[in-house]
């Protein structure tokens, strides 16, 4: 098949939407289709609010001229000015963490005094985005969602679950290949999603601190924190006891992980977190906030705990459950590992296809 994907940003090798759209192409393409990849570089790459607001046009206007393509699959947004005609390739809109629901979010968190929004916000990201979004949704011939809650989402905007699959962030095979090396003396672990709101950095540090006080073997490694972060946001007497890893590539999580007896992750919002992958492929069990995205993949691995958005004592407490229990991380760990051998590209490129042709041969005319 010849087919196109679009993402509503820069593109990237590394990890986040750019990068799943990266791995995706290439995965395709190993699986001997033709690619073509567009994004924010065919407007010079600037990441700007003009660029996003002109990219949907300009997808529109390639769209026009793609009856050489059999399938457009793009980033939900990206279909928005696009005319539905006779001979349109198949329309795919692809989620990576539905805005509506992001937003949604925000404001709720905004309305409990956790964060500020710009007015800015409220006109692109909390206004004209969403009705890009919802445009797209309707438009496709088919979506891919990431959460039972955006297969609702769409839903209720009249589109049936027939025309939606659920489907998955996912890792490259040879992380899944990788051997941790043995523990160490101490017990270390892995604080996932950097120091942004949305990621609960605040739940994180409040849930940790009566642990590290308890537990004096434990260490923290922070995933996306900076030095800085460490020293405004944690008390003065535990902030050496916790490393923090500012940036970072796939290929140093081996080393990352190699030591870690569990992950944490207290994010409010999110997609389906490529971060649970990786801590799967190295056997760690998780525990994270029970939200959409992170639940629905954990009621399918059975990898780890969920523990209620925002709720430190509760996060604590399933801390304490691990730490006290190594038989059950193990457990946890392999089921992670084992759940996450159906994660890869390769998997996701496969039933991709499939989808691909099972929505060309019953999409209406």
């Known amino acids: 098949m010849r087919i196109a994907l679009s993402i509503h940003h820069q593109l990237s090798k590394g990890a986040g939407a750019p990068g799943a759209t990266t791995a995706l192409a290439t995965a395709l393409e190993a699986r001997g289709h ?26 529109a206007a390639l769209v026009r001229k793609a009856q050489q393509f059999d399938v457009i699959d793009a980033s939900t947004g990206d279909l928005s000015w696009v005319r539905r005609r006779t001979k349109t390739p198949l329309l795919v809109t692809r989620s990576h963490g539905l805005e509506p629901l992001v937003v949604a979010a925000r404001r709720a968190g905004a309305a409990r005094g956790e964060l500020d929004l710009r007015w800015r916000y409220s006109l692109y990201h909390g206004g004209l985005r969403l009705r890009e979004v919802n445009r797209s949704l309707k438009i496709a011939d088919h979506v891919v969602a990431l959460s039972r809650a955006e297969i609702d989402y769409c839903s209720s905007l009249g589109i049936d679950e027939s025309d939606v ?45 009566p642990i590290l006080r308890t537990h004096p073997d434990l260490l923290v490694r922070w995933l996306g924190a900076q030095t800085h972060d460490v020293e405004r946001l944690v008390s003065s007497d535990l902030a050496h006891r916790i490393e923090p890893i500012s940036s970072y590539s796939q290929s140093d999580l081996p ?52 523990v ?54 019953t999409r209406t005319p």
């Open 34 to 59: 033709e690619v073509a990849l567009w994004s924010f570089d065919l407007l010079g790459g600037d990441r700007g609010t003009v660029t996003s607001l002109r990219y949907p046009h300009h997808v």
């Open 165 to 209: 699959t659920l489907g998955t962030s996912a890792i490259p095979k040879w992380l899944c290949n990788q051997t941790p090396a043995k523990q160490g003396d101490h017990r270390v672990l892995v604080l996932l999603g950097g120091t942004a709101w949305r990621k609960g950095a605040d739940v994180a540090v409040a849930a940790l601190e």
């Open 255 to 306: 080393r990352l992980f190699a030591d870690a007896t569990m992950a944490l992750l207290c994010s409010r919002v999110e997609g389906m977190p490529l971060s649970l992958l990786e801590a799967a492929a190295f056997a760690v069990p998780v525990i994270t906030s029970d939200i959409p995205g992170n639940s629905d993949l954990l009621h399918m691995s059975h990898g780890g705990l969920l």
């Open 308 to 361: 209620p958005a925002g709720n430190s004592e509760a996060t604590s407490s399933a801390i304490e459950q691990l730490l006290g229990s190594p038989d059950r991380c193990s457990l946890l760990g392999r089921a992670a590992f084992d759940d996450v051998q159906t994660r890869t590209w390769d998997h996701v490129a496969a039933s991709t296809e499939a989808m691909y042709r099972r929505a060309i041969e």
